[in-house]
């Protein structure tokens, strides 16, 4: 858990390598039932068509089908799933079977550094890298390391969508943290730390 920005994603990528099970972010399972046509992936595209959220009900089936397959025997890591009170009692049904949730880090920093962190982001337009303002800038600005394409701001990563984003998180997605926290799952790490820190303390509470 965490607001955008917060290093939710780094976190799960470097945990995936170290125990040798999957991360499991919703975009990704979204972006490969869309690209390859799946029931579900149809389904979620009729609502996004019409400009609708695609409803919880299509979002825990396709992470019960991504759960389901052979690389999650052992578990799994999510990122950016569950979003809500809905989508978290659902994961609990889902994954009781299977010994439960062990663990629910919620990783915390400021509005004003996940703003910096996000708004600061540069995408090359060809090849994709990804580089940061303050963080990790490329030898000349605006331009990519790699191929010497145009680095541009997503849309995702302006302020006005940034501070939207944050808008949805507190509305939405806060309330999970007194929902794990009832449930002795909640583990407060400060995500301003650097990146090895926050790992190392994640690690230690596995």
Do not use: W
Request: aromatic share 8%; proline share 5%; glycine share 10%.
């Amino acid at each position: 858990l965490g607001v955008p920005g917060a290093g939710k994603g780094t976190q799960a990528r470097l945990l995936e390598e170290k125990l040798g099970i999957p991360q499991i972010s919703t975009g990704d399972i979204f972006r490969y039932n869309l690209k390859n046509e799946t029931e579900l992936g149809l389904l979620a595209k009729s609502y996004m068509d019409k400009g609708e959220l695609v409803p919880d009900e299509v979002t825990i089936r396709m992470v019960a089908d991504r759960l389901s397959q052979e690389d999650c025997a052992e578990g799994a890591i999510m990122d950016g799933f569950p979003r809500n009170l809905m989508q978290a009692a659902a994961f609990d049904e889902m994954t009781a079977p299977y010994g439960g949730v062990t663990l629910a880090p919620l990783i915390t920093i400021s509005d004003e550094e996940a703003m910096r962190r996000i708004t600061g982001r540069r995408v090359c337009r060809t090849c994709g890298a990804t580089y940061h303002v303050d963080f990790n800038p490329p030898q000349q600005e605006g331009v990519c390391d790699v191929d010497g394409g145009e680095l541009y701001q997503r849309d995702d990563d302006k302020p006005e969508t940034v501070r939207n984003r944050l808008y949805v998180y507190y509305k939405q997605t806060s309330p999970l943290v007194g929902y794990f926290f009832a449930k002795d799952l909640l583990a407060e790490l400060d995500g301003s730390l650097p990146i090895e820190e926050v790992q190392a303390t994640l690690l230690a509470l596995l």
